[in-house]
């Protein structure tokens, strides 16, 4: 079909750009138990009692402290709860504690009205799973569902009402150290983990004490960050905005996630707190979400900062009248705004639905018929690190492990090696598993890859342990020495690298993503002693490692995998477990190629290596050094038999798609399916391929499973030139296989009706 035809055609399905808001998508509010009715007709009795003033104060999130001078301001907030001043807190926890502020609020205030009481529970509470990165690399959703549901039994356990998880931006910079706290470049994948999160944290019905309020956060494209520097400027096409960035929101919303948090910067030059449009009308009239906006820490009074607000007052009423609800710790809303609603400069219906909005909360919490049900000290006592708890990070951790490289099957390691070295300061460190974001995480309850490795092996093996450098400096001076005496006594060696936790995360971006001080070189002097090496990479980002990725016959990516890193690190290395997880995001040879990204648009020039003028660099190859999607496993598979359902469907029709996995190895192992779709021609550049199904499947040495697979109209939509949302005539591709390069290919044709 022409380009011409095809354009002629679009008018067959075309949706405005914020009716990606069709009806039908509405949010699926999860919860059971709650009478919509009932609670109206509650909410509606309560704010007719309230003054403007406690209607404000509702809005006001403050931040407990338990720090210095924390005292005075201890009491500063127990006086504004009396005064029904503050409708929540954030990091404040612990059943004693959390039960007397709730006392305070409940039997001191006028009106009596719980407190909602938040934190950030990202990747476990205080048993802490695999960061969201790590665990993105398992493509086990269920999974995620599952450690989510840990994270809010041990969270709900110690008081808490409100999770600000997750976190489901979309990033394809790996310089930024947010990466660490997402599912990484793909807008599919990241939506499917962020509805299990969102599941997880909420269950099905929110007024149990074990399930909390979920917050997709950070609303929106705060992955855009320019340069990869945290709270940077955000400028990006309204294309890229609504294809890559916002559905995982949406995901969430459909989902029934109950709260959404701004996002620190701006876009396209409209702060997210102060963004209307895509908070009113496309979070809320277009995809129907009915649950309250949090500022994010201070960024109502950040509007100043952009320049958008020229004093607090301006900025809250910006903040309000753009959506945000809840403002986190400026205490703008409740100390600048009653005036303004008394100048007229700002309409009380605005300020009171957001306060139904928090009051709605509450009520689907159960809060105002127990306000104490998440306070119970027997519960605190018995379900933090519970046991399976712990059996659930291991499992996670073991499934979220990426086997990059394996020459000559060096991995598995022999069970019983006669001696072995680890070296690397990392393999001994009980911090870094535990990841940026730790909750309540602890070290002492973190088992580390060298106890792991100690506990797996048998006495009879000799394991020399050498740091070989500092932490957190990575300074190898002076330690390298003994690291290569330990290695020339060894049979074998595993070198763990990487990061410490603090170098991802929030404010932690990095310029070169390489591995950091001394450790390369370090890296070459081991490799250069000619042992079997494995390279246990430990990081919260993708890195750089060309020189490792060329010359180790082995690399393992583990991340921070949360506190059974140890043993899910061990059973990999010594073959007990077949690693299975596949890298959710792109690895780039050099810092110099970010952005690099699978799902990238197609250009007039690919690069070519016999074409000067084509789109490559003089000093790098354009290829990563891993693709979006790349693992490789103990056992081998073999895709076949490609075919799809028809040969041509209408717009608007869904296509199946099938296929045959097989084991082709000795051992038995897990495969991530992947199943990615291209829109040959378009009115607008499309993306080369796009990830539209996938599945984990465990197959046994030789057996074969048959796959079948469904490619939505959806994802086969994309907004064209005018951002009307389009399903357009022509040939599409179907590509399936092991990762995003994957090249056992079908082609279809979408016809119009
Ligand atoms: C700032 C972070 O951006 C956000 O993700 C977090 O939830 C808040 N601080 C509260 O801790």
């Known amino acids: 079909m022409t380009l011409t035809r095809k354009i002629s055609l679009v008018t067959t399905l075309l949706y405005l750009l914020i009716s990606t808001a069709s009806p039908a998508r509405t949010q699926t509010v999860r919860e059971r138990g709650v009478d919509e009715g009932k609670m109206k007709v509650f909410v509606d009795d309560l704010l007719a009692k309230m003054t403007l003033e406690e209607k404000l104060g509702q809005l006001n999130q403050h931040r407990w402290s338990?720090?210095?001078?924390?005292?005075?301001?201890?009491?500063?907030?127990?006086?504004?709860?009396?005064?029904?001043?503050?409708?929540?807190?954030?990091?404040?926890?612990?059943?004693?504690?959390?039960?007397?502020?709730?006392?305070?609020?409940?039997?001191?205030?006028?009106?009596?009205?719980?407190?909602?009481?938040a934190q950030d529970v990202i990747h476990g509470w205080r048993t802490t799973f695999p960061t969201p990165l790590g665990e993105a690399s398992s493509w086990d959703p269920a999974l995620a569902e599952k450690t989510a549901r840990v994270a809010a039994v041990e969270a709900?356990?110690?008081?808490?009402?409100?999770?600000?998880?997750?976190?489901?931006?979309?990033?394809?910079?790996?310089?930024?150290?947010?990466?660490?706290?997402?599912?990484?470049e793909d807008p599919y994948l990241g939506g499917l983990l962020a509805a299990a999160r969102v599941r997880g944290f909420q269950g099905t019905d929110l007024s149990q004490p074990n399930t909390i309020l979920a917050c997709a956060k950070h609303f929106a494209a705060y992955g855009g960050a320019e340069a990869g520097r945290d709270y940077n400027i955000v400028d990006i096409s309204p294309r890229t905005l609504f294809e890559i960035y916002l559905p995982p929101f949406h995901r969430a919303v459909e989902a029934g996630v109950a709260t959404v948090m701004g996002a620190f910067n701006e876009v396209n030059g409209v702060p997210m707190h102060a963004n209307g449009y895509l908070i009113n009308e496309v979070l809320r009239n277009g995809w129907g979400f009915r649950g309250l906006v949090v500022s994010d820490?201070?960024?109502?009074?950040?509007?100043?900062?952009?320049?958008?607000?020229?004093?607090?007052?301006?900025?809250?009423?910006?903040?309000?009248?753009?959506?945000?609800?809840?403002?986190?710790?400026?205490?703008?809303?409740?100390?600048?705004?009653?005036?303004?609603?008394?100048?007229?400069?700002?309409?009380?219906?605005?300020?009171?639905?957001?306060?139904?909005?928090?009051?709605?909360?509450?009520?689907?919490?159960?809060?105002?018929?127990?306000?104490?049900?998440?306070?119970?000290?027997?519960?605190?006592?018995?379900?933090i690190l519970h046991p399976d708890h712990l059996q659930i990070a291991l499992e996670a951790a073991t499934k979220s492990i990426v086997l990059l490289k394996n020459d000559h099957g060096i991995l598995p390691l022999p069970p019983a090696p006669g001696s072995l070295a680890v070296i690397g300061a990392l393999a001994a460190d009980q911090d870094a598993p535990l990841g940026p974001w730790r909750g309540q995480g602890m070290a002492e309850d973190v088992v580390s890859v060298l106890s792991g490795i100690r506990e797996k092996l048998p006495q009879s093996t000799s394991v020399y342990y050498q740091p070989g450098y500092t932490l957190p400096e990575f300074a190898g001076e002076g330690l390298m020495e003994a690291a290569l005496q330990a290695v020339d006594q060894a049979e074998a060696v595993i070198l763990v690298v990487g990061e410490t936790a603090r170098m991802s995360g929030e404010a932690s971006?990095?310029?070169?993503?390489?591995?950091?001080?001394?450790?390369?070189?370090?890296?070459?002097?081991?490799?250069?002693?000619?042992?079997?090496?494995?390279?246990?990479?430990?990081?919260?980002?993708?890195?750089?490692i060309p020189w490792l990725a060329e010359n180790a016959p082995a690399i393992l990516e583990t991340w921070f995998l949360g506190v059974r890193m140890g043993p899910a690190v061990a059973k990999v290395l010594f073959g007990e477990e077949n690693p299975g997880g596949k890298l959710p995001v792109t690895f780039p040879r050099v810092t110099g190629q970010i952005p690099i990204y699978y799902n990238h648009r197609s250009t007039g020039r690919p690069p070519r290596e016999d074409d000067f003028f084509s789109s490559k660099y003089l000093d790098a190859h354009w290829t990563p050094q891993f693709p979006f999607g790349f693992g490789l496993s103990y056992t081998t598979f073999a895709y076949d038999g490609l075919a799809v359902d028809r040969e041509s469907i209408g717009v608007g029709e869904k296509m199946a798609v099938r296929f045959q996995v097989r084991n082709t190895g000795t051992r038995k192992g897990d495969e991530v399916v992947q199943c990615y779709l291209q829109d040959n021609v378009g009115s607008v550049t499309r993306p080369v391929r796009q990830l539209v199904?996938?599945?984990?499947?465990?197959?046994?040495?030789?057996?074969?499973?048959?796959?079948n697979f469904t490619i939505y109209p959806e994802q086969m939509s994309f907004?064209?030139?005018?951002?009307?949302?389009?399903?357009?005539?022509?040939?599409?591709?179907?590509?399936?296989?092991?990762?995003?390069t994957a090249e056992l290919s079908a082609g279809f044709e979408v016809v119009a009706n």
């Open 297 to 383: 820490y201070t960024a109502i009074m950040e509007l100043q900062r952009h320049g958008v607000a020229a004093t607090p007052a301006e900025a809250g009423i910006l903040g309000l009248t753009s959506g945000v609800d809840v403002d986190m710790v400026s205490e703008i809303y409740h100390l600048e705004l009653p005036q303004m609603v008394r100048e007229g400069r700002l309409s009380g219906a605005v300020v009171d639905q957001a306060a139904r909005r928090v009051l709605e909360a509450k009520y689907r919490l159960g809060l105002f018929e127990d306000p104490f049900r998440y306070h119970n000290a027997e519960r605190e006592k018995t379900l």
């Open 509 to 544: 971006n990095r310029t070169d993503i390489g591995l950091p001080g001394d450790q390369l070189a370090l890296a070459k002097a081991v490799l250069g002693r000619g042992k079997p090496t494995v390279v246990v990479l430990m990081n919260g980002r993708p890195l750089a």
């Open 66 to 117: 338990w720090g210095e001078n924390g005292d005075s301001i201890r009491q500063i907030y127990q006086k504004n709860v009396r005064d029904g001043q503050a409708g929540s807190f954030l990091g404040l926890q612990g059943v004693a504690y959390s039960a007397e502020i709730q006392r305070i609020a409940v039997e001191e205030s006028r009106l009596g009205i719980p407190l909602l009481l």
């Open 693 to 707: 199904a996938f599945e984990r499947i465990t197959l046994q040495p030789g057996e074969a499973k048959t796959m």
């Open 156 to 184: 709900s356990a110690q008081g808490l009402h409100w999770t600000f998880a997750p976190m489901v931006d979309v990033a394809r910079d790996p310089r930024w150290g947010r990466i660490v706290e997402g599912a990484g």
């Open 719 to 740: 907004y064209n030139s005018g951002m009307q949302k389009t399903i357009e005539p022509g040939q599409f591709t179907v590509f399936v296989g092991g990762s995003s």
